[in-house]
């Protein structure tokens, strides 16, 4: 087969799942494309470089054009939340230590090396929080991120078959970590693609499960969701992300134990703290035993985690204020990332450490790492005790932290553009809805819908 016919049976391809997505998530506001669109564009590559234009740089934020679709983004974010009569303070009050951590972030850009570019990462952090918002706003929250996660698979996931298999030139990269070529598909590292690939798995796999018992009326949907489900093994396979393809089996697994009531009970009985017991004596046996090796050799990986300890060893020894860190996303300036890399022997320049917690500490200091674990303990709480209403979003929230939290063991994926980390957002945030003291107030005044708005009388009596 020709590319050029790959590529016009990938796009009626596109296109029917777009159709599927409409039948079933017909509720949605246009809104939802915005969202949509910034996760597309953090989950692939540059905007910028889809047209030829000059390369985006890590370290000047890109070229101009990249900066101008996100500002659009950002602002059409905004004026959706504002016509949505969105309560800032409601949201803060609801996500207190979230919105701490993000005030610390924006603090930290004043001790950056360059507070400028620090400054402009941490607008885009604001983004990633209103991209959310939106999503979380609207009137059916779970289906909402059902039909993101779904339209997003749609972009994505096709997409980077047709260029893996027909267009080599854009589908793999050199790595200079394995001496050869990986696939990357429509990302430019074959880690950025796991982590795309993790994000829309557990929610094609949430959505199948959620419409399974309505397999007969929806038929086509189910076989879509399945049809980019079976897309992802094998870009799984082609790609080898054995970090995702874990982190994607064990949510995939706590969905499935969440649809059972004997385990959600058990989970809700053990709560939080006993699943930190239950970490804890693991990694005591882990150190008693060692069976984590043979884990890590079936994954494909050493214990060693390809060269990763070396990473992290080597970063702990660069001078920085344990406090307080190096600034917001400012550890890999140009001369320290030269400095690490030549230090390890590496002829290439890294631009992560290789786990998300480290690059947390790196980044912000231990006063970070403390916010992001409170963050982390608290949103994992808000979810273990909505179980008990055997809501599947929960379990989907359950199934995102979990994959996160140990996908980050490895990777980098906390805070910044990245597609996983909007996903843990979607997870762990909450958007406090008008009271049911609210919605009878409207139901009194006998809104219909005409002005003023139902949105209007809703903020008011909240």
Known sequence: MSASVATGICVCLILWLLARDRTLHSRCS??????????????????????????????????PFDRLVFLALILAAFVA???????????????????????????????????????????????????????????????????????CGIFLIPTSVLLIKYYPDLGRYYNPFIWTYSYGGVTTNKNDLGMGLFACTIGLYWG????????????KEVFAHLLLIGMCLWLYAKANCATALACSALGAGILSAMKVPAFR??????????????????????????????????????????????????????????????????????????????????????????????????????????????????????????????????????AVLVGAVLYNMTESAFCGLLILWVILLLAIMRFPRPSNAARDIVSELGVQGSKPSVEYYLHEAS
């Open 265 to 398: 009970n058990a989970l809700q009985r053990v709560g939080l703290w006993g699943l930190l017991i239950l970490a804890l004596t693991t990694l005591f046996l882990n150190a008693l035993f060692n069976p984590m090796e043979v884990v890590v050799e079936g994954l494909g990986r050493n214990m060693t985690f390809t060269g990763r300890t070396d990473i992290w060893h080597q970063v702990l020894q660069v001078d920085i204020n344990p406090l307080i860190g190096a600034g917001y996303n400012s550890f890999w300036q140009p001369g320290r990332a030269e400095s690490v890399s030549k230090a390890l022997g590496f002829f290439f320049t890294l631009q992560e450490a290789h786990n998300g917690y480290l690059e947390t500490y790196l980044n912000s200091g231990l006063i970070g790492l403390v916010l992001l674990v409170i963050v982390l303990q608290g949103g994992a709480r808000r979810i273990i005790n909505g179980l008990d209403a055997g809501d599947s979003y929960e379990a989907f929230c359950l």
């Open 81 to 151: 939340l504002q016509r949505r009569k969105v309560s800032w303070v409601r949201v803060a009050a609801a996500n207190k230590w979230l919105f701490v951590l993000m005030i610390y972030f924006g603090i930290s850009t004043l001790w950056a090396d360059d507070p400028f570019i620090s400054f402009k990462r941490w607008i885009k952090e604001i983004g990633n929080f209103a991209m959310v918002l939106v999503v979380l706003s609207e009137e059916e929250p779970a289906t909402a991120v059902k039909s993101v996660l779904f339209r």
């Open 30 to 63: 246009g809104n939802l494309w915005i969202p949509v669109l910034w996760l597309c564009i953090i989950g692939s590559r540059p905007v910028a470089s889809w047209f030829g234009l000059e390369p985006a740089d890590a370290h000047t934020e890109g070229s």
């Open 208 to 219: 199948i499960l959620d419409l399974w018992h309505q397999r007969s009326e929806h038929r």
